[in-house]
Nanobody, 129 residues
Framework: VQLQAYGGGLVQSGGSLRLACAAS????????MGWFRQAPGKEREFVAS???????????YYAASVKGRFTISRDNAKNTMYLQMNDLKPEDTAVYYC????????????????????WGQGTQVTVSS
C-alpha cells in the first residue's frame, strides 16, 4: 500500500493539529495502521496504532507520552487514517510518519516500526513554546 502523510505545521504549545494519511493500493481496510515520529538525533518512536479488526476486534494503542492527548482513527471508506493531536507540547516536535502492515496481530508488533512494510514520507510537526 502507498501512503502519504500530510497535515503537519507550526503550532503553539497547547494547540491542536490533525494529521492525515491517505492510502492507495492494496486493501487499506485490512491493515494495521500506525503513527510514528522521529525527532532530530533520536530514534523513530511509536505514537499510536489501530488494528483493522481481524484479530479479535479493533484495538488502539498509544504511547504513554501522548495518551489522553492524541486520538487515532481511520475511515476505511476514504482510505484515510487520522491522528488528532491536542494539547501539543514542544516535545511533540518531530517528523511524523504513518505506516501500514497487513500481518501485524499483536501489541508488541504494532509498536515496533520494524514490523511495518509500508511507510509514508513524513510530515513535520513543530510546536513552539
Amino acid at each position: 500500500v502507498q501512503l502519504q502523510a500530510y497535515g503537519g505545521g507550526l503550532v503553539q504549545s497547547g494547540g491542536s493539529l490533525r494529521l492525515a494519511c491517505a492510502a492507495s493500493g492494496r486493501s487499506f481496510s485490512k491493515n494495521t495502521m500506525g503513527w510514528f515520529r522521529q525527532a532530530p538525533g533520536k530514534e523513530r518512536e511509536f505514537v499510536a496504532s489501530m488494528s483493522w479488526g481481524g484479530w479479535g476486534g479493533v484495538h488502539t494503542y498509544y504511547a504513554a507520552s501522548v495518551k489522553g492527548r492524541f486520538t487515532i482513527s481511520r475511515d476505511n471508506a476514504k482510505n484515510t487514517m487520522y491522528l488528532q493531536m491536542n494539547d501539543l507540547k514542544p516535545e511533540d516536535t518531530a517528523v511524523y510518519y504513518c505506516a501500514a502492515d497487513p500481518f501485524i496481530s499483536d501489541i508488541a508488533s504494532a509498536q515496533d516500526p520494524r514490523k511495518y512494510d509500508s511507510w509514508g514520507q513524513g510530515t513535520q510537526v513543530t510546536v513552539s513554546s
